[in-house]
């Protein structure tokens, strides 16, 4: 639930820059594997889009980048929301294709998903929401869980599809980001208290999501890659940043007065400014729809965070 002095309900998640080990192979996994399309490489750096505009995924290649380690903070995965239910049986049907391995599947109450890994070792998310008005609260309460997807279930929304696969729907887009952190009460704090998202519900001791305008989550945090897990070292793949979007200049100001009221250090230029949570975790908040041009700059040219 919206409340007093959160962030603008309108508010959605943009971008999300990786650092990768080999470009080329990276960005033939997303475009043959994952379905999205090449908007530009400038560079070493590859922007990916859905629907042939709009940037969703930037790819910068480190040489010799190494794994992050298991204990760090930095990307758990990020979250493609495809449109409908046949949009994610015609992922699934791509993966079993490719024969791409999925390292889970899940029902959620609120969602269904696919979960899997880039050639990097990222992890990534491809899913589809269920209609708002179904998803199941008790006392008000929104409720998730964690439970298995029924494939076969979901492959049959392929009967009345047959056609061949062509990439994600135009309408895709970067649903919820989730991040290993050190410490969840001050991450919450962070982006609860700074940033202004709500509250959505806390998972036992060591996971917290968050939304703005009611959605079930646009990020989640946890502590699973260990309590006071440090950064990941410069040269990992991983994390650059992830954009959060705002609908207009108003709402950057109140986020920016938020900053500076938690003197919280961040850099400003034009309509995006640029900081890192309390974790490490780079984030670039734009006005509008967002571009990924320099993103990750002002965080270095290193690796994850």
Request: proline share 7%; charged share 20%; hydrophobic share 40%.
């Amino acid at each position: 639930m919206t409340q007093p002095g959160s962030i603008h309900p309108e508010t959605s998640l943009g971008p999300v820059h990786l650092t990768i080990s080999n470009l080329d192979r990276s960005a033939a996994f997303y475009r043959d594997v994952i379905g999205l399309g090449l908007l530009r490489r400038e560079g070493e750096t590859a922007l990916l889009t859905a629907d042939g505009a709009t940037p969703l995924l930037a790819l910068s290649e480190l040489p010799g980048a190494r794994p992050r380690p298991a204990r760090a903070t930095g990307l758990y995965h990020f979250a493609i929301l495809v449109p409908t239910r046949l949009d994610l049986a015609r992922s699934l049907r791509r993966l079993v294709e490719a024969r791409y391995q999925l390292q889970g599947a899940s029902e959620h109450l609120v969602s269904e998903a696919l979960y899997l890994a880039d050639p990097d070792g990222n992890g990534i998310e491809i899913y589809a929401d269920r209609p708002r008005s179904a998803w199941p609260r008790i006392n008000g309460l929104l409720q998730m869980a964690t439970e298995p997807l029924d494939l076969e279930d979901l492959l049959g929304e392929l009967e009345r599809d047959a056609r061949p696969w062509d990439g994600l729907s135009p309408q895709t887009r970067i649903g919820h980001i989730h991040l290993h952190v050190a410490d969840l009460r001050q991450a919450e704090g962070f982006y609860r208290g700074a940033i202004g998202f709500d509250l959505v519900l806390r998972y036992g001791g060591s996971a917290t999501f968050l939304s703005a305008g009611g959605y079930h989550h646009h990020i989640g945090l946890n502590t699973w890659a260990g309590v006071g897990a440090p950064p990941p070292p410069p040269e990992a793949v991983g994390l650059r940043d992830f954009t959060i979007v705002l609908p207009d200049q108003g709402e950057l100001q109140h986020v920016i007065g938020r900053l500076r009221e938690s003197d919280i250090v961040f850099d400003e230029s034009g309509d995006a400014i640029t900081l890192r949570d309390p974790s490490g975790n780079g984030l670039l908040l734009v006005v509008g729809r967002g571009s990924l041009a320099g993103a990750g700059t002002a965080h270095g040219g290193g690796g994850g965070s």
